[in-house]
């Protein structure tokens, strides 16, 4: 009985080290075949970057609205929706911004209020009306700052002068956010799998620790030195400190999804990229650092 046992422990040991193994394999798989996709939108700019802008938000948004649903709460999808579009339209017409996002919040208030108040049960009225404007807010106006990053301008390749490319001001800037999120997000996940010792916020996101975030933030200062400071013309002591506020944004962004998924009691946003969960699991980071590093470039142009 004693070496039954000792081999039931030891198989069960093999177990969980085989799916975390996996686990890390699918990340891998995903993750390189996802970032060249993304890098390629990068290239393009314009309207190609505002359709996988909006492709990303609508994921997000199915997965965010079917947790919401699950959990009981019903906003008004279809203003949620027109209102994330609203926001992402807006950033491709910089000249009429500020009056599409006027009007088009203004309207979805209104819109939102009245047609909650035909309802025969008012029970959670205000937290549906609440949440059917702030779910565009958390995907779409985050969203928007990746095109407002990127910019208007084409990449160009000069194929007759020896293979060399012109990337405008803009793609280094979304480079930067892009890169320093991946690397944060990766090395945090393998410092704090190998390393971790201290929980940053074990009544949130009990994977997560201060070893991981520290790990991050290496990588993160690392992609904004490459990436900002020849390129951009970025001071070096700068580039760092943009890189230590991406990864701390990063963090932020992670654990704000991970108190949504808590409150809503699941473990992933959905199942689309293996290895990683759902879209709002893989963008969430993102969300808050494209502001960070967009109100940062409005001092470099």
């Not at 301008?153 to 293979?163: A, P």
Request: charged fraction near 10%.
């Amino acid at each position: 009985m004693q070496g039954t046992s000792k081999q039931h422990s030891k198989e069960g040991s093999i177990e969980p080290e085989k799916k975390g193994n996996s686990s890390v394999a699918q990340r891998w798989l995903t993750a390189g075949i996802a970032m060249p996709v993304v890098l390629l939108f990068v290239w393009f700019g314009g309207w190609w970057a505002f359709v996988a802008c909006l492709l990303v938000a609508i994921l997000g948004m199915i997965e965010l609205h079917t947790m919401l649903f699950k959990a009981g709460y019903r906003p008004l999808a279809w203003i949620s929706y027109g209102l994330m579009i609203l926001f992402l339209f807006s950033a491709m017409f910089p000249a009429q911004h500020m009056l599409i996002l006027q009007v088009g919040i203004g309207a979805s208030m209104l819109v939102a209020f009245c047609w909650l108040l035909m309802r025969k049960q008012l029970e959670g009225t205000m937290v549906d009306w609440a949440l059917t404007l702030a779910v565009p807010v958390y995907l779409g106006w985050s969203m928007s700052y990746f095109l407002l990053l990127r910019g208007y301008e084409t990449s160009t390749l000069h194929v007759m002068s020896g293979y060399w490319v012109t990337l405008p001001r803009g793609v280094w800037w979304l480079l930067a956010t892009l890169l320093g999120v991946w690397g944060f997000d990766g090395a945090a996940f393998f410092s704090g799998r190998y390393f971790g010792r201290h929980k940053l916020a074990p009544h949130i996101s009990p994977a997560k620790t201060w070893e991981g975030v520290a790990g991050g933030l290496v990588f993160s200062v690392l992609a904004c030195l490459l990436l900002t400071v020849i390129p951009l013309g970025v001071p070096w002591y700068l580039a760092i400190l943009l890189g230590l506020c991406i990864g701390i944004s990063a963090t932020l962004g992670d654990l704000a999804e991970s108190m949504i998924k808590r409150q809503m009691h699941v473990k992933d946003s959905g199942q689309i990229m293996p290895g990683h969960g759902g879209m709002l699991d893989r963008i969430d980071s993102l969300l808050f650092a494209v502001f960070i590093v967009y109100v940062f470039s409005l001092f470099f142009h």
